[in-house]
């Protein structure tokens, strides 16, 4: 399991403290200091199931510089999106937890967190 985090945020402690209270192996991945590639965000959002709109956090001071939240959510533009992601990593929502059995969590949620750990057991 690899979990994607900024040590600063309080949910990817949490998620943490929950991996290590379940006994689960992982690697930690700090994706502002060792940002994702756009490729590799592709892989996250095809196991996550998600769009890169939906895991994007359009609060953050640089969504509003360049005018993220303006962009279309379709076809055309996501990979406008998957490399504005990679740009600027701190839009990127945070943590997420990819598992052995090819699946992936944005672990915001206990229940989240859990089902990663589930995943990886089975993996």
């Known amino acids: 399991m690899e979990i994607w985090l900024n040590p600063a945020c309080s949910k990817c402690r949490t ?18 200091d060792d940002p994702p590639t756009a490729a590799e965000i592709r892989d996250v959002l095809d196991r996550l199931g998600l769009e890169p709109w939906d895991i994007a956090r359009t609060g953050e001071a640089v969504a509003g510089e360049i005018g993220l939240k303006s962009w279309p959510k379709d076809a055309d533009n996501r990979e406008r999106w998957i490399e504005a992601l990679a740009a600027h990593p701190k839009l990127i929502q945070r943590p997420i937890l990819t598992a052995a059995d090819g699946s992936a969590v944005v672990g915001r949620s206990p229940e989240a967190v859990q089902a990663a750990i589930e995943a990886e057991r089975k993996g």
């Open 15 to 32: 998620a943490v403290a929950d991996l290590d209270a379940a006994g689960v192996r992982y690697t930690v991945r700090r994706y502002l």
